[in-house]
T-cell receptor
């Protein structure tokens, strides 16, 4: 059974700081890994997707890496801004044939607060 | 291109009633998945539909059911509502590209907030 853990559970940083969010998963047989952002009471916004054959993906100030062998991914946010404050969720799609269709397994998330 | 839409956005129901939630995927997406989000359990997978067929199902009781129409729109139904069904229900759509290395990125809607009293 795939389990996903995110550390830290909460993080508070001053504006402008670079930061790293961590995600670990127990089953390295995955198709892909997605990082999402969720604002309070809202849906999920996809930030980055890393396919199992890739090592990292970048979008603007965000960089996500994937190490399948160790079951880890990190999301790096450069020059953080107050608008980055949200919950960040990591999700993996396990490589298990038909039993994995559409099924993302989520971590509990990291609540990020960037204060001015 | 319009995103995933869900209706209604908010619902208040009484224990024992039933409820139907609707999801319209991104145009061209044929895979629709449903998730339940609660403070205690986080995000949990309910089921996935593709071309009107349920292909996968999570560990939820039979009171939770769904269907998908020929235009890929999907509905989920919860019968005999319980207090513990209060949650944010999220729908996601994907341009399913097979299991052999496609991106299969999932895009989520804004959710339906269900409150059971």
């Amino acid at each position: 059974k795939q389990e996903v853990t995110q550390i830290p559970a909460a993080l508070s940083v001053p504006e402008g700081e670079n930061l790293v969010l961590n995600c670990s998963f127990t089953d390295s047989a995955i198709y892909n890994l997605q990082w999402f952002r969720q604002d309070p009471g809202k849906g999920l916004t996809s930030l980055l997707l890393i396919q199992s054959s890739q090592r990292e993906q970048t979008s603007g100030r965000l960089n996500a890496s994937l190490d399948k062998s160790s079951g880890r991914s990190t999301l790096y946010i450069a020059a953080s801004q107050p608008g980055d404050s949200a919950t960040y969720l990591c999700a993996v799609w396990r490589n298990a044939g038909g039993t994995s269709y559409g099924k993302l397994t989520f971590g509990q998330g990291t609540i990020l607060t960037v204060h001015p | 291109k319009a995103g995933v839409t869900q209706t209604p956005r908010y619902l208040i129901k009484t224990r024992g009633q039933q409820v139907t939630l609707s999801c319209s995927p991104i145009s061209g997406h044929r895979s629709v998945s449903w998730y339940q989000q609660t403070p205690g359990q986080g995000l949990q997978f309910l089921f996935e539909y593709f071309s009107e067929t349920q292909r996968n199902k999570g560990n939820f009781p039979g009171r939770f059911s769904g269907r998908q129409f020929s235009n890929s729109r999907s509905e989920m139904n919860v019968s005999t509502l319980e207090l513990g069904d209060s949650a944010l229900y999220l729908c996601a759509s994907s341009l399913f590209q097979g299991l052999a290395g496609g991106r299969n990125e999932q895009y989520f809607g804004p959710g339906t907030r269900l409150t059971v009293t």
